[in-house]
């Protein structure tokens, strides 16, 4: 009975001292936030305002090194797959089906040989290490200043930055075995030739 009635003591003191530590944040907290950035002697000293921004309408500041969201430029995509590569997570899955003739040219001049049947990058797995950004040789995957992308699904992380259908893909697929099985029949017709001459 001793024991129950200091544990309730103990109980109602330590629930008064949180209630007074809330009580006392409530009343001293009745202005905005001020939205500083993050080199501001003052940033982890802030005494007044709320504790929390008012998000939406208040944003902190986007550190001009900041990593975010990954966009990928298309049109600049050679599709050489080494972001894929150097990817420690693996989160981007790249598809590529080579072109039977040259398909144009990205915006530095590099001519485009690959066609990409797939382009997915998953940000649910991205750790935004910023790898894949460095080795783009044409500098066509970015990360944007966008850190909000919030879903119900987690499939809807997964980005889909190709626009090539599947029955677009398998007509450039038909057209590259085409191609290659004509390149074959030369080479044994040229193979015959020579060997029938000598």
Known sequence: MVQTKSTVIHGLTTAWK???????????????RKIISVSDSNYFKQMEGTNTIQYPKQQLPVPEVGRYQLEVEMDDCIVCDLCAKICPVD????????????????????TKRLYAAKFDIDMAKCMYCGLCTIVCPTECIIMTNQYDRSVFELKDLTYVFSDMTPEEAAEKRDLLEKQQAERAAAKLAATQKKEGSE
């Open 91 to 110: 989160c981007i899955d790249i598809e590529a089906i080579k072109a039977t003739e040259a398909i144009g040219q990205t915006s530095d001049g590099t």
């Open 18 to 32: 949180g209630l007074t530590l809330t009580i006392r944040h409530l009343f001293a907290s009745n202005a905005k």
